[in-house]
């Protein structure tokens, strides 16, 4: 089943402008990822968010997490045509050992 | 640092076949998780695997199985193929159950 479900589920916007991203999940997490996908190709860790973290930034992206919200938002600022790709949240579930849990992504165009 | 390899890139099977996919992961990862991606959508889990034991599987039939072999390269085992099977089968690794996951690029595979 998807723990995670993104917001919107495609997404297009123009070179230079900013693209943001949410993510809902469902059960309390240790932490939540996010990742990028290529065309047809695996997937690229961009970021993690412990659950104790409100917000992290890596250069150009900027992740806050709301846990009493069970929610998530990826920001990618001053966006570039090689930013199109699809964007995933992952969350590892708190407890017993557990595997990470893929939401459904959102696809990014950025237009040239 | 090599990153995570998986054969074959493509495969085509029949209905009814039997599939064998393989991963190998990065150097001193020892846990390794698969994952199923249809067409357009998100990330099924499928399995994991640490140290060379099963430590959890997904919502998937008993003809998906997998093992992990003691350098921790895995394999993946679909019996009985069926047309809903045709998907990208993604491997990926880990160092630690926390850390964020290293993806290979896929076998892509098609049963007609």
């Known amino acids: 089943s998807q723990q995670g479900e993104e917001d919107p589920q495609a997404l297009s916007i123009q070179e230079g402008e900013n693209a943001t991203m949410n993510c809902s999940y469902k059960?309390?997490?240790?932490?939540l990822q996010w990742y990028r996908q290529n065309s047809g190709r695996g997937l690229v860790h961009l970021i993690l968010i412990r659950s104790n973290e409100r917000e992290k930034h890596s250069g150009r992206l900027r992740v806050t997490l709301d846990t009493s919200k069970k929610s998530s938002s990826l920001l990618i600022t001053a966006s570039r045509a090689a930013d199109t790709a699809s964007y995933f949240c992952a969350t590892r579930p708190s407890g017993s050992a557990r595997q990470l849990t893929f939401g459904s992504g959102t696809q990014l165009t950025v237009l040239p | 640092e090599a990153g995570v390899t998986q054969s074959p890139t493509h495969l085509i099977k029949t209905r009814g076949q039997q599939a064998t996919l393989r991963c190998s992961p990065i150097?001193?990862?020892?846990?390794v998780y698969w994952y199923q991606q249809a067409l357009g959508l998100g990330l099924q889990f499928l399995l994991w695997?640490?140290?060379?034991?099963?430590?959890n599987r997904g919502n998937f039939p008993p003809r998906f199985s997998g093992r992990q072999f003691p350098n921790y390269s895995s394999e993946l085992n679909v019996n009985a193929l069926e047309l809903e099977d045709s998907a990208l089968y993604l491997c990926?690794?880990?160092?630690?159950?926390?850390?964020?996951?290293?993806f290979g690029n896929g076998t892509r595979l098609t049963v007609t």
């Open positions: 990926a690794s880990s160092p630690l159950q926390d850390s964020p996951l290293h």
């Open positions: 150097s001193g990862h020892t846990s």
């Open positions: 059960t309390s997490i240790n932490n």
């Open positions: 695997y640490d140290e060379g034991e099963e430590r």
